[in-house]
């Protein structure tokens, strides 16, 4: 006020009138059609719903900037890729680090010498495990590894079909620790997915034919050709591991989501390519609206030989085999593993530990496509398909489809370790926690259930979350809703089903 005591500021006084009647004026003008107050409302959901709560680490990884630097060659006449991995591991953990060595469906990788900080170490390594001794917990240490993994002639995760080489797990990945010791390599079954990873920085080079186009974890920052081979090389912050999937005779498409995100497609039968877009298309567009945008600006769903691995994901790539198209329910496996770009890629989890988290979380999220695509009627119909099954015992795995299972005493929050059969995997780890989610919905409603999911998504977008998190994520948002939470992860099966019968037959 005192300012306007002053006779040089009156003059002042027809400029903020003019403003005022101007901004009056604008807002008459620009007026939305469904008014200022509605706007504003939208405006604020808007605004929160892609806001993240205040960020905190939600747990410690061996070290929060491992970098690796790979340089590798696929010789495709011997199967095998062989290279160095460089490692470097600020303030190691411990004074012996332990790499994981997952290839297990053929010969296990080979290492052939192993230099700590520029000096030859005497290494320990099995099938499942390399042990390097550095200097000392607490320093740096440089870790390159001379190794050679050999590719078997099949379907699986790390393998070549048909001309086409799926690089996964090819490499050693340093461990993952939990209280003050290196948690052992999960023991893989003949199903889901038997892996732990910390969060690294990559550089990956690799020399290979010059006919093979990629997919990649990493964003391609160069392709030469030296000597008659292709060199490419990517590069990535913040991943799980690094695959690569090459080959040729694929079909591709790409595009650019109005969040900036490069999505590509690839397909082997072309006749498939414009139902991939449509169904690529309407999840990323699902997801970013019900989660967030994606935490990395390039994402990849690419369709592989008969006779491979039926869907599975890795840091940026979503793959099924080619067959899927033939399933009743392969449009929603499709949606089931884009969803995993959200869920794993950007929100990570350490799946062996905690599989229920992110397998529900995507098969939800694949039921939110087809929400979003064919309407409430067709989402429910497809809840109530799932509730059969979950009160009648039948599991939904693909391999397993309406077998009986029998964990009637069973819970949820499950490791991998416990399992011993795909059935009752599915059941435990997709289809039960894909029911808890609309059940939360249910009782929270619409507006609050997404928030939850949004806060829990954005806040937590490149870390790897344990339940704690989805508890805190519920707890900020509706606090009643957590006794629910719970109940769907601990209680036995057969107690959950008796609970929750009457609100899923009369909804
Ligand atoms: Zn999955």
Redesign the pocket.
């Known amino acids: 006020m005192a300012l306007l005591r002053s006779k040089k500021a009156l003059m002042l006084y027809p400029l903020i009138l003019s403003l005022f009647t101007t901004t009056i004026g604008l807002g008459i003008i620009l007026k939305p059609k469904e008014g200022w107050t509605v706007w504003a409302g939208q405006a604020w959901e808007a605004f929160k719903g892609t806001t993240a709560m205040t960020a905190k680490p939600v747990n410690t990884p061996t070290s929060p900037t491992v970098e690796y630097r790979v340089d590798a060659e696929l010789e495709v006449a011997n199967s095998n890729i062989h290279g160095v991995a460089s490692i470097t591991v600020p303030n190691s953990p411990d004074d012996t680090l332990l790499f994981y060595l997952y290839p297990s469906t053929h010969k296990p990788i080979e290492i052939k010498q192993v230099l700590v900080n520029g000096g030859a170490v005497r290494f320990q390594a099995t099938p499942d495990h390399l042990l390097v001794p550095v200097k000392a917990k607490g320093e740096t240490a440089n870790v390159q590894i001379q190794f050679s993994t050999p590719i078997p002639a099949a379907g699986t995760r790390l393998g070549q079909q048909n001309g086409v080489w799926s690089l996964t797990y090819w490499y050693p990945i340093l461990g993952v620790r939990d209280k003050g010791a290196w948690i052992p390599r999960p023991h893989p079954h003949p199903f889901g997915d038997p892996f732990l990873m910390d969060l690294s920085s990559y550089q990956v080079r690799l020399k290979h034919p010059q006919d093979f186009v990629w997919f990649a974890s990493g964003a391609l920052v160069s392709s030469t050709i030296e000597n008659g081979m292709a060199v490419s090389e990517w590069k990535a912050d913040s991943l799980r591991s690094f695959a690569l999937i090459g080959g040729s005779g694929w079909d591709v498409a790409t595009w650019r989501s109005p969040e900036g995100v490069d999505v590509k497609i690839a397909v082997r039968n072309p006749r498939h390519l414009p139902e991939l877009k449509t169904l690529a298309e309407a999840a990323v567009k699902t997801y970013t609206k019900r989660f967030g945008a994606l935490a990395y600006p390039y994402y990849s769903v690419v369709e592989m030989p008969t006779g491979t691995v039926f869907a599975h994901?890795y840091p940026n790539l979503a793959l099924f085999s080619q067959e899927i198209w033939n399933w009743t329910n392969g449009e929603h496996w499709i949606a089931?593993?884009i969803a995993?770009g959200w869920w794993f890629s950007s929100v990570g989890t350490h799946k062996a530990l905690d599989p229920w988290l992110d397998?529900g979380l995507?098969d939800y999220a694949s039921l939110l496509y087809n929400e979003a695509k064919y309407g409430r009627d067709a989402y429910n119909e497809a809840i109530a398909r799932y509730w059969t099954m979950f009160r009648d015992g039948k599991s939904n795995a693909p391999h397993s489809f309406g077998r009986s299972v029998n964990v009637q005493d069973e819970s949820a929050d499950q490791p991998y370790a416990n399992f011993s059969n795909e059935a009752d995997y599915y059941y435990l780890m997709y289809l039960r926690p894909a029911l808890m989610y609309h059940d939360l919905r249910m009782s929270m409603g619409d507006p609050k259930f997404f928030d939850f999911l949004q806060q829990f998504y954005l806040k937590n977008r490149k870390s790897t979350v344990t339940r704690a998190d989805l508890e805190e994520s519920l707890s900020k948002v509706d606090p009643h809703a957590l006794p629910r939470l719970k109940l769907w992860l601990d209680a036995p099966n057969k107690e959950l089903i008796e609970h929750v019968k009457t609100r899923f037959t009369n909804p």
Do not use: G, I, K, P
């Open positions: 994901e089931h593993e995993h397998e995507a």
